[in-house]
């Protein structure tokens, strides 16, 4: 199952999407003792305030969760889960932007990457929970290079609500169904 979960910054999208993968987790255990609860954080410890923000949310999920901190090459890490596995990717805003500006990939590049990630997914038969912000909303910005990571950005988007079997927008904390349902 393919779960897209996107909002704004600060909107609540992060903890509606740890509160859904634990839900799925727990539903899962009862039916197979053997699966696992992962959080693929792709955000890098680029300065103290960063630092400290990943302790505290490290800490908050406790140790029910397996965390993996990768910024740029997810698919070996997808590759290692089981059916029914409960993996929540948060967020793939800063993967774009650490793709897109450290590794120059064009966006047909990470398309390629994300089309990977979810064929994976189905394969291996888990449940992927994908975070993301949404940057579109409001005036067009004037920088081209922003303008170019907000277009890849959403056109990735795109693609992910296509593909997923739920996609969901947090707003203010409130869950609002755009595809599937729970």
């Not at 994908?130 to 004037?142: A, F, L, T």
């Amino acid at each position: 199952m393919i779960f897209f979960i996107s909002g704004g910054a600060r909107s609540g999208k992060s903890q509606f999407a740890e509160q859904t993968a634990l839900s799925y987790f727990y539903h899962m255990k009862e039916e197979n003792h053997r699966v696992s609860l992962h959080y693929i954080a792709t955000a890098k410890k680029s300065d103290d305030e960063m630092v400290e923000r990943i302790r505290i949310h490290q800490h908050d999920r406790g140790e029910t969760w397996h965390t993996f901190e990768e910024s740029f090459h997810l698919e070996p890490i997808l590759s290692n889960f089981n059916k029914g596995d409960v993996i929540l990717l948060d967020c793939m805003t800063i993967w774009v932007s650490n793709v897109m500006f450290e590794l120059g990939l064009r966006l047909e590049e990470m398309e390629e990457r994300v089309n990977r990630w979810l064929s994976i997914a189905r394969e291996n038969q888990f449940h992927l929970l994908i975070v993301s912000n949404d940057v579109n909303e409001g005036i067009p910005h004037c920088d081209d290079v922003v303008q170019s990571y907000m277009y890849s950005l959403q056109r990735l988007h795109y693609n992910l609500v296509q593909q997923s079997d739920i996609a969901v927008q947090v707003q203010a904390g409130i869950p609002l169904y755009w595809k599937g349902e729970i």
